[in-house]
């Protein structure tokens, strides 16, 4: 009897992500933050003012789950809701400033990893991670 597996894409990005977030997972503990929640502080930082619309094209995400995941991050206060001043139907997010700490805080452990996991992985390879991920993302969101 064959045991091998036929060949699945998605089993095998479920089993790479669930490798890789665990890799981050372990190093942001330190500062008490899921990589998921690194990754939308990391967005909230860059965007410095955006909407949830805005969130869930940059990381492709839909409604529920942003909202599922921005939820402990009001929470905890890390992040401020206000209305935008044109249109008052439109939520704007922000860091807050305990917010803003804990992003710098968080950003060298997340620094170290990236450069720990280019050195596991190989530079060469990690650059075709995200070259993948990126014809990925461009063709199946359209």
Not at 47 to 58: E, G, V
Not at 82 to 90: F, G, P, Q, T, Y
Request: with cysteine; charged share 25%.
């Amino acid at each position: 009897m064959n045991n091998q597996i036929e060949p699945c894409y998605n089993l095998a990005m479920r089993k790479t992500c669930r490798l890789i977030n665990q890799f981050y997972e372990d190093r942001l503990a330190a500062v008490g933050l899921k990589v998921g929640q690194f990754s939308l502080l990391r967005a909230i930082h860059y965007c410095q003012k955006t909407t949830n619309k805005d969130l869930q094209r940059i990381l492709v995400l839909d409604q529920t789950t942003l909202s599922r995941n921005l939820k402990p991050l009001f929470r905890d206060e890390l992040l401020t809701l206000s209305l935008d001043a044109d249109d008052k139907r439109v939520k704007i997010i922000a860091l807050s400033a305990k917010g803003k700490k804990l992003y710098s805080q968080a950003l060298p452990l997340w620094n170290k990893t990236q450069e720990e996991l280019q050195q596991r992985i190989g530079e060469k390879d990690s650059m075709k991670i995200l070259g993948l991920s990126k014809v990925i993302v461009k063709k199946l969101s359209t």
